[in-house]
């Protein structure tokens, strides 16, 4: 499998179950900066993707990702260390449980591309399965896990089923994490809302909330989608 070469830094992932996606790229255009985090925490990075696009949108001297699966593991420390801000970027061989174990660290803004199918469906590649369903990182377990590492003014972003977004709502209450920003994401005009791109802090505001049209024909993108990306992908 070809590395998906970005402007900026290139995705080697033939060896990572969930490959380069939109879901990904849109949250790490998306995740907003304004506050200037300093420390940085991607939960379930995959092959890095959403720790480099902030690498690249940030100054922040920290930025730490999680990767439970030990393939992905490796191609994530490959693609930080062949970046432009390897010496900013670290990977942690852990599970999500076992770094809330064993961390005490607080970080400024914490982000995550979760698994979301709750379906239990097997595809025969165990890999694949655990990195797209939601039983391997349940979301109570991310927001609890989410509110005790965010400083008090921090930001935790996520990208989640559209349909989820009620109950994500409800479990990140039950912790204090407040939603503050909510864009509504669906692949054409006549398309059903597919994804909830989506900011929480401890603190209480009135949410935010948008939406973002991807496509508005086959391979040609809205201005605000390519408004949104165009810092990334080469053709935009």
């Given at each position: 499998?070809?590395?998906?070469?970005?402007?900026?830094?290139?995705?080697?992932?033939?060896?990572?179950?969930?490959?380069?996606?939109?879901?990904?790229?849109l949250l790490g255009a998306w995740v907003s900066l304004e506050k200037h985090p300093e420390s940085i925490l991607d939960i379930g990075s995959g092959t890095g993707?959403?720790?480099?696009?902030?690498?690249?949108?940030?100054?922040?001297?920290?930025?730490?990702?999680?990767?439970?699966?030990?393939?992905?593991?490796?191609q994530c420390v490959g693609n930080f260390e062949t970046s432009p801000w390897g010496d900013r970027l670290f990977c942690y061989h852990a599970g999500f449980d076992?770094?809330?174990?064993?961390?005490?660290?607080?970080?400024?803004?914490?982000?995550?591309?979760?698994?979301?199918?709750?379906?239990?469906?097997?595809?025969?590649?165990?890999?694949?399965?655990?990195?797209?369903?939601?039983?391997?990182?349940?979301?109570?377990?991310?927001?609890?896990?989410?509110?005790?590492?965010?400083?008090e003014d921090g930001n935790f972003a996520a990208i989640i089923p559209y349909k989820e977004e009620g109950n994500f709502i409800d479990l990140a209450k039950n912790?204090?994490?407040?939603?503050?920003?909510?864009?509504?994401?669906?692949?054409?005009?006549?398309?059903?809302?597919?994804?909830?791109?989506?900011?929480?802090?401890?603190?209480?505001?009135?949410?935010?909330?948008?939406?973002?049209?991807?496509?508005?024909?086959?391979?040609?993108?809205?201005?605000?989608?390519?408004?949104?990306?165009?810092?990334?992908?080469?053709?935009?």
């Amino acid at each position: 499998m070809k590395p998906f070469k970005f402007k900026e830094f290139t995705i080697h992932q033939d060896k990572c179950a969930m490959k380069v996606g939109t879901d990904g790229v849109l949250l790490g255009a998306w995740v907003s900066l304004e506050k200037h985090p300093e420390s940085i925490l991607d939960i379930g990075s995959g092959t890095g993707l959403i720790a480099l696009q902030l690498a690249q949108r940030s100054s922040a001297e920290t930025i730490d990702a999680i990767e439970l699966d030990a393939a992905a593991y490796e191609q994530c420390v490959g693609n930080f260390e062949t970046s432009p801000w390897g010496d900013r970027l670290f990977c942690y061989h852990a599970g999500f449980d076992e770094f809330v174990d064993e961390m005490e660290d607080k970080y400024d803004l914490i982000v995550s591309n979760p698994p979301f199918y709750a379906e239990d469906v097997s595809s025969g590649d165990q890999s694949r399965d655990n990195a797209r369903q939601s039983s391997s990182l349940p979301f109570d377990e991310l927001v609890q896990g989410v509110s005790r590492f965010l400083t008090e003014d921090g930001n935790f972003a996520a990208i989640i089923p559209y349909k989820e977004e009620g109950n994500f709502i409800d479990l990140a209450k039950n912790v204090d994490l407040l939603p503050n920003r909510i864009t509504r994401v669906k692949g054409n005009p006549e398309a059903d809302f597919k994804r909830s791109l989506m900011e929480f802090s401890f603190h209480q505001n009135k949410p935010y909330i948008d939406s973002l049209v991807i496509e508005e024909g086959r391979h040609q993108y809205t201005k605000e989608y390519i408004e949104l990306t165009q810092a990334f992908y080469l053709k935009m």
